[in-house]
């Protein structure tokens, strides 16, 4: 059976705010539920293992509902991106949230999963904040993977929007076209996704299905 690995932030503090972050729920959940509709089984990740800290739970989500009531055990106890193999997987997906902002980019383990995967012929996916994990991701040429490709992720003008550009690290959209991506972005908050060369990145938690189904695309267009 085929398979996609999703990946989840380990970080749970939101800057110097005080408030609390985490992974994006709904951006694993939705992706994963269109994953298996599709055949395919899907596997977690965490950066650093355990349970991952969650963000983003609505009691009006029925689809983030059912995933926790049926994955709450596997999500309570993920594999540290250290202890996983690429060799195993057909994608990774990079669920967002805020938390990816801090432990995504200079997570090795994570970029080395996602390049292997890539360079085994994969989909790499990420969506929102998830696309952290692309700023350092670098392939076996040394070259980053979003070099020259269409890219999207949560916007500068989102994070100003939400308030949130002072307690965030660093400004992902900036971080990505530095990198040499070709930012493509929609309005704030509108659903958008691209694909380009087995890269498959979306806009803002709006843009966590199509992201899924372009990677199913991707995938089966190998």
Not at 2 to 23: M, N, Q, Y
Not at 37 to 49: I, L, M, P, R
Not at 125 to 136: E, I, R, Y
Not at 163 to 191: I, S, Y
Request: overall charge negative.
């Amino acid at each position: 059976m085929p398979k996609v690995l999703i990946a989840l932030t380990s970080h749970g503090e939101l800057g110097d705010t005080g408030r609390r972050t985490g992974f994006y729920v709904p951006e694993a959940a939705h992706p994963y539920a269109l994953f298996t509709e599709a055949g395919y089984a899907v596997d977690f990740v965490s950066v650093a293992g355990g349970e991952p800290p969650r963000d983003g739970v609505k009691p009006d989500d029925t689809a983030v509902a059912e995933f926790l009531a049926e994955q709450g055990s596997r999500l309570a106890n993920t594999p540290a991106a250290g202890d996983v193999d690429p060799a195993e997987y057909d994608a990774i997906l990079f669920a967002g949230g805020h938390g990816t902002m801090w432990d995504f980019p200079d997570s090795a383990a994570l970029a080395n999963l996602a390049s292997r995967i890539y360079e085994n012929g994969g989909v790499v996916a990420a969506v929102c904040h998830g696309p952290a994990a692309l700023v350092n991701l670098t392939l076996s040429d040394g070259s980053y993977l979003v070099e020259g490709k269409e890219v999207s992720a949560f916007t500068n003008e989102e994070e100003t929007a939400v308030g949130l550009m002072d307690a965030v690290p660093f400004a992902l959209e900036t971080a990505l076209v530095e990198r040499g991506a070709k930012f493509t972005k929609a309005e704030n908050f509108a659903e958008h996704a691209v694909a380009d060369q087995r890269l498959v990145t979306g806009q803002n938690p709006a843009s966590a299905r199509k992201v899924a189904r372009l990677t199913l695309a991707q995938l089966r267009n190998r």
